[in-house]
């Protein structure tokens, strides 16, 4: 390998496009100038919204309202309040009453893509079978709702909240991507060599004798192809192996348009999984990579100034050299810590395999400037913030988002939206 221990390198700061393919260095001023990117493409152009609250919290829905209807033409939509549902939190009556109303309101209504359910919750709900949970488990897994999003606030947040503008947008942005919306993409494709690309996040998941394989695609400009979750009855290894050779034809399969494939793994990859992909790879017409994403390794990357340190910039990263025959890479991405007294940190990733032919025609180099280019790139597509940037790469924040779904029993087959904004 061609790379200089500890040489420090900086990707490049992508640029991101809005409606018309226009450029901003801005998301408030890309989608105020030119809207959002898929405008004149997506399936709606109002925002119907059912709210459902807790009993004695009409003022601060109104508050929240009154916001909202002032920024929604950041994205070019109309806002329709066409049902308020008032609930008892805890009671689990309540909770049947309200599933009961918007499944009755859901039946007179032949176009259901440009409706949402915004639930205001007065304390974060991590339970599986909490109000919130239970909510967007049976909207999303309805035959009748699945086509309805769901988007929750908690309202000790709205009333602490600074700067209400912001977070009414951000409220707006993460609706409108569960909708299927999609705000803005980068201006070119994430891969600098390779023009025609797809990037797909992945990780896989066991509870007692059942495997989830999970993952997300996306295209060269980061732009939402498809989500999925697998779920395999495996009690044994063979089993594992078949499902796992299954579910990565059938990830590659959705990718094979385009000359370079990059897979990312949420967590270790394990020799099974690998063991698969080395075989798989040989067969490819293109390129393939994949790229592993630890999550339990980050360190400071300091640069020395003036005799002084300071914390590197989002987009810097360098070669951190090979660990059990893996080359590992640390990039720095930005983070969402408001306090800068903390140090923040750059977080780990190996490349695991690669296709024998893209080192034909590209050195070593030039494939970790442009894994890191990508990485840095697809971490500017927060869909559901205006600072629009996640500390990761969406498809590795999708792939925690996903996991999370999992683990409270809400399994979702398919979908083209980014629900998991």
């Known amino acids: 390998m061609s790379l200089r221990l500890f040489s420090i390198k900086k990707a490049k700061t992508p640029k991101i496009a809005f409606g018309g393919d226009a450029v901003s260095d801005s998301v408030v001023n890309g989608l105020e100038q030119f809207g959002p990117w898929d405008l004149g493409k997506r399936l709606f152009n109002s925002l119907r919204l059912i709210i459902v609250y807790p009993e004695g919290q009409e003022s601060i829905m109104y508050d929240l309202l009154e916001n909202m209807i002032i920024e929604i033409s950041l994205l070019r939509l109309r806002l329709e309040v066409i049902l308020k549902i008032s609930y008892n939190p805890g009671s689990a009556s309540s909770y049947e009453e309200t599933i009961n109303k918007i499944r009755e309101f859901i039946r007179n209504e032949p176009f259901r893509k440009d409706i949402a359910i915004l639930q205001l919750i007065p304390e974060r709900e991590e339970k599986p079978d909490s109000f919130y949970n239970l909510i967007k488990r049976e909207i999303y897994l309805g035959s009748e709702t699945n086509e309805l999003s769901v988007q929750a606030l908690m309202i000790p947040k709205w009333v602490e909240a600074r700067d209400k503008i912001d977070y009414s947008r951000n409220l707006l942005l993460s609706i409108y991507s569960k909708m299927g919306g999609i705000p803005w993409v980068l201006k070119n494709t994430a891969s600098r060599l390779i023009e025609s690309a797809s990037f797909i996040g992945y990780t896989t998941m066991e509870k007692k004798d059942v495997l989830y394989v999970i993952y997300s695609i996306f295209g060269s400009r980061g732009e939402l192809i498809v989500n999925k979750i697998l779920k395999y009855e495996a009690a044994s290894d063979e089993d594992k192996k078949m499902y796992l050779e299954k579910a990565f034809k059938e990830m ?53 100034s003036n005799y002084t340190h300071r914390n590197a910039d989002p987009g810097t990263w360098f070669y951190g050299g090979v660990i059990n025959n893996v080359p590992y890479f640390f990039i720095k991405l930005k983070s969402f810590n408001r306090r800068p007294s903390i140090v923040r940190e750059a977080i780990k990733y190996g490349v695991i395999l690669v296709t024998p032919r893209i080192l034909d025609e590209f050195s070593w180099s030039d494939i970790a400037d442009d894994i890191a280019n990508q990485i840095y790139s697809l971490s500017s597509l927060h869909w559901g913030n205006v600072n629009g940037y996640f500390d990761v790469p969406v498809t590795i924040h999708f ?14 087959p398919e979908s083209n939206r980014a629900i998991f904004i």
């Open 399 to 412: 792939m925690r988002k996903m996991r999370n779904f999992v683990e409270r029993n809400m399994v979702i």
């Open 252 to 304: 590659l399969e959705n990718a094979y348009s385009s000359k370079l494939i990059a897979l990312h793994r949420l967590g270790e990859i394990n020799e099974i999984e690998k063991d698969i992909l080395s075989n798989i790879i040989n067969n490819i017409r293109g390129y393939l990579f994949i790229v592993e994403f630890p999550m339990d390794w980050s360190i400071p990357i300091l640069i020395k």
